[in-house]
């Protein structure tokens, strides 16, 4: 059973299309990270998969379960942080904790009291007293002590210090370990490329691009530079390879596909120096973002 | 200041500019915030101010009618507590200023105080005080400005109020002071809802605070219009101002001085208070830290009830209060001196006989009945709040289902709503045995719980305006209570046909003790808020949740 399963997944508000026909499948166990810039979506979906919103055509099941119909029996597996920490302000840390930790059950409590810790908040401090890191700390805590077996999490680490980002992902890494599923939404693109097995990227509302690092990063563009012993040579042209002039002696190759014909085309000249790269995610990213992207040709 | 009201004063001119300065903005900005509740009571300016003398003059058609009801009215206790003190009820203009004049002041009042609150501790506590200080705005522009803003509020108000007197035929030059009269406690309790937004660090403190000393305002006016001796009590609150200025029976204009030196002083305290302190707090610190309180955490319900404690305790403990004076007032009502045909005639208000203890109480009641559906209203008003906030997002990602959490919010303020009802008619019995007035217990215990039907209707409607509009829910369940309330006022002296006068529920109201319980009714009342807000638990049910 699928730990994630949506079908044609469209959401409409008024005149707006915030989402428009999700297929979306997430294997119990994966990390799966959900990229795309503000306003894309990622939020709407969320709330489709929740059951918080109502889907305009489609539906989503959390472990087959539909979270419109049926949320509480769907929600008893799921460990939600929201993008924005929406808690009561008069209320402590401590008794924010508890609540949810009684609302939810099946809370770790010894879990949560080492996440206390390891995340430094000051559970005797006022919700209205605390900075909007803190206040999504006491989020974070409340989701990962559940050890639900699908945390769905919107821009967990916004307002996090690094420090607290990298524990955060240690506990993301330790989740995974404990065979938890884990659907991160965020625009933070080292963050998923640290923590996700397989990533999706959102553009107004649809699924433009989707797969494992390995995958999106084999359909897109290598990056080649060459440093040449004196004048750079002048090359004939190769399909699907764009090259740029770096300096008198060097060259900039933009790959799409295999580098065979680039390494052909080389052989003969005196190249002193050759970097291949793969592109980061924020290449692939921005890819799709740059208006050439071409949307739509999802692979996952 | 001289500076700042100039600034004030040229926002209007700024407007016309292409560029406007950040005083005209800010100004603007604040008038839009505040338009929602400026329409309310802008409705409720120029319908109450035409309708009262309108059907006055269709109610007491002749000379010698009027006088007969002045003559009941004039040495009447009970009625002065909610109206005022009466100057000259034989005529339309006397009339008016004293049933006009003395309910829109008490609005009034509120209206200062809530457009000031707002404008003020309201857009700090959303953090955009800091935003905009955080620009090229002084303190003391972003402060003025926001009172400009309250200012044209009480403009808007005193023209509705004018036109609507206007619309009933009243003379323009009497009408105007009149409205006057009534708008002058407006700069004063905002002048006061400035000084308690320095002081309180959230908007519902200051609103408590500020709703504790408008309480207290009325009740000056109230000992002050109904204790013999106590008359100069009336100097001390602007209420009582309002009614010291005479409109239409003998004006004392020179009395608008102390409106004018009050707002005037609490105007320059709230911006000294306000010129040294740190943004987003008040001169009240709030604990920051508290040791855990892990009591009433098992639910939505249990967590709510904690929320909700205080405001509950503060409504249950100033209605004891309010019921045991009322009470007590109601020893003084007394049947020699109110001919039994006048009585009559002012059946025709729907109140029933006022003329005996037991009458004045039923009257009283009626209002308690309103105030208390007004109750049942807020605490819908409470819950929409947890969705505007989002708080209920977080409750609903956990396996938590959407009636139920609707469910329990209903039934909290269905219980509170019991308990506040009964506590009520007990302190009103207690405040009437102290005043020398012979009201059976049980009489007073089932004029308590004569209020649960029509407060169960209004929750219900409240529940479902709230599941299918949940953004214009406050305004529609006051709404609807305000029109119901007001057309049984005066649907019957409007000469409305009988079935028309009846679609209010408060027609439908048995007024205990003075009428027998209206078992029937009640049960139809209580029956369709059932329905109303069984009805609100399906449809919340299929509904997106909506923020701010």
Partial sequence: ?300 | MGTVSQQAQTAPRAKDRPARGPAAALTARAAKNSRVLTIAFTYLFVVYSFIQPYAYRRGYATLASRRAFAASFEGNKGLRLLYGLPHDVATVAGYTAWRVGGVLAIAAAAFGLLVAVGALRGEEDAGRTELTLAGIVSRRTAYWSAMAAAGGGALILWLAEFAGFLAARLPAAGAAYLALATVSVIPVTAGAGAVVSQIAPTRRMALEIGGGAVGLLFLLRVVADTVDSAGWLRWATPLGWAEELRPLAGPQPAVLLLPAAASVALLWLAARLGATRDIGSGLIALRGSAAPRLRLLSSPAAQALRSQRDSLTAWAGSGAVLAFILGAVSGSVTPADVPHRLDQQFAKLGTGSIVTPAGYLALIFLFVILTISVFACAQVGAARREEAGQQLETLLAQPVGRAGWLAGRLLIAAGATVVISLLTGLLAWAGAASGGAHVPLGQMIEAGANCLPVAALFLGIAALAYAVVPRASAAVSYGILTVTFLWQAVGALLGAPGWLVGVTPFAHVGLVPAEPFRAGAAAVMAAIGLAAALAALAVFRRRDLLGD
């Fill in chain 1, 1 to 300: 059973m699928t730990a994630i399963h949506a079908e044609g997944l469209t959401k409409r508000y008024g005149e707006t299309l915030a989402l428009d026909g999700l297929d979306l499948s997430i294997e119990p166990g994966e990390v799966y990270g959900y990229l795309g810039p503000n306003g894309a979506g990622k939020t709407t979906t969320i709330r489709l998969l929740l059951g918080i919103h109502r889907p305009t055509a489609g539906r989503a099941e959390l472990f087959g379960v539909d979270a419109w119909a049926d949320p509480v029996p769907a929600h008893r597996r799921v460990a939600y942080v929201a993008g924005e920490p929406y808690l009561w302000p008069a209320m402590t840390g401590a008794e924010t904790l508890e609540f949810l930790a009684r609302l939810h059950g099946g809370t770790d409590r010894a879990y949560r009291d080492e996440l206390v810790q390891r995340f430094d908040l000051d559970t005797g401090k006022k919700i209205r007293a605390l900075s909007k890191g803190n206040r999504q700390k006491v989020q974070l805590i409340a989701a990962l002590a559940t050890r639900a077996d699908l945390l769905v999490m919107d821009e967990p680490t916004s307002g996090l210090d690094p420090l607290m980002e990298m524990t955060f992902r240690e506990c993301v890494a330790a989740a995974r370990q404990r065979g938890q599923t884990v659907f991160l939404s965020s625009h933070i693109l080292a963050e998923v490329e640290a923590v996700c097995d397989r990533v999706g990227i959102l553009k107004q509302g649809k699924l433009v691009d989707q797969g494992t690092l390995a995958d999106l990063r084999h359909l897109s563009t290598h990056t080649v530079e060459v440093t040449f012993d004196g004048p750079a040579p002048q090359l004939a042209p190769l399909p699907g390879v764009q090259v740029e002039p770096v300096g008198r002696s060097g060259l900039r190759f933009e790959v799409g596909g295999s580098v065979g014909p680039v390494i052909n085309a080389l052989a003969g000249h005196p190249v002193t120096a050759l970097t291949s790269r793969e592109p980061s995610l924020e290449e692939i990213f921005l890819h799709h973002y740059d208006g050439h992207g071409t949307a739509g040709h999802g692979h996952g």
